[in-house]
């Protein structure tokens, strides 16, 4: 309407360059300002890393970032840029712009190349992450209930005994089939001791409902989901002095915790993880009690032609 009674000129006043004067301040601004300055901030609260995989996994996410980073601040800055160079000017007339086939074909195929690239280079690291897991794995057991983690070593059989739900019960927390005869050598720890530089299976489950299994160190993170084991392996690459004396921190600790809100104890679900040097570990490993010596009103369940089996691996005999 205005254009037609020829009143259009009314638009070009102070607020015009004010407004595009503003485009700019905000795209300088909010770049050095805020978004350098959070990534700085940031880089305070990253964790070391303490395995294998975490190192890749790592440089995987830099390369991510950089790569969208490098993106966002080009187009983000020419969207705003573009704003206040081409405000309204009266004496400037638009261009009429039907298409550019070249340029169209730019932007498809560059975008196509970065993503195949991030996206290939990240399923290739997960695939490596969650191969088969070596045949020597020291094998863990992992389970979550509201609200704590509870841990079972296999013994020195080096095989978890089979566990079955119905026998779960107060004493009986990982539900230990005890006709197994590998279960009577299993035990519990209220620590995840785990040794430097071998590879850990963690066998994952939950009694109750979904958590989260996450050492942040090791960049590890797997969901313990009711009726469906999980699992996750990879190698430990600091023990806790090592990583107390990188970080000048005598009193630091990893830490196993729950990464799902599973209820209003999930605060609480931090379990103490300590790295320890292969022949510390394994003599820790191998002066534990077994869970059914500690409990020997259990041995009713053994069947009677494993009972001296069961006594003698468990050391009541
Ligand atoms: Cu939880």
Avoid at 15 to 35: D, K, P, Q, R
Avoid at 99 to 115: C, Q, R, S, V, Y
Avoid at 190 to 218: A, E
Wanted: proline letters at 4%; aromatic letters at 16%.
């Amino acid at each position: 309407m205005d254009i037609i009674t020829d009143n259009y000129k009314r638009f070009s006043n102070s607020s015009n360059n004010i407004n595009a004067a503003l485009f700019l301040l905000f795209v300088i601004s909010g770049f050095t300002g805020l978004i350098v300055y959070s990534y700085l901030e940031f880089d305070k609260y990253q964790l070391s890393v303490a395995s294998e995989h975490g190192i890749i996994t790592d440089q995987l996410f830099w390369i991510t970032t950089l790569i969208c980073g490098i993106v966002f601040f080009i187009s983000q800055f020419l969207l705003f840029y573009c704003c206040y160079k081409y405000r309204y000017d009266e004496n400037r007339r638009s261009f009429f712009y039907v298409e550019d086939h070249k340029l169209e074909l730019l932007w498809t195929i560059f975008p196509a190349i970065g993503l195949t690239v991030l996206v290939f280079g990240g399923w290739r690291v997960w695939s490596d992450i969650t191969d088969t897991p070596p045949e020597n794995s020291e094998v863990i057991e992992v389970v979550g209930q509201q609200f704590g983690w509870k841990v079972r070593y296999p013994g020195n059989s080096k095989r978890l005994g089979k566990h079955d739900y119905r026998l779960i019960d107060p004493v009986n927390e990982f539900g230990l089939d005890l006709t197994d005869n590998s279960s009577f050598d299993d035990f519990a720890s209220n620590v995840l001791y785990l040794p430097k530089g071998r590879p850990v299976l963690l066998k994952i489950r939950s009694k109750d409902v979904l958590h989260s299994c996450y050492l942040p160190h090791f960049r590890t993170k797997m969901d313990a989901v009711p009726g469906m084991p999980t699992r996750f392996w990879f190698i430990p690459k600091k023990t806790t002095v090592e990583m107390r004396d990188e970080l000048q921190d005598p009193n630091f600790n990893y830490e196993l915790a729950c990464a799902e809100v599973c209820g209003k104890g999930h605060f609480s679900m931090r379990m103490l993880v300590k790295v320890e040097k292969s022949s510390v570990y394994e003599k820790w490993f191998r002066n534990q009690d077994s869970w059914l010596s500690k409990n020997i009103e259990y041995l009713d369940q053994v069947p009677d032609n494993l009972k001296e089996l069961a006594l003698i691996k468990t050391g009541l005999e």
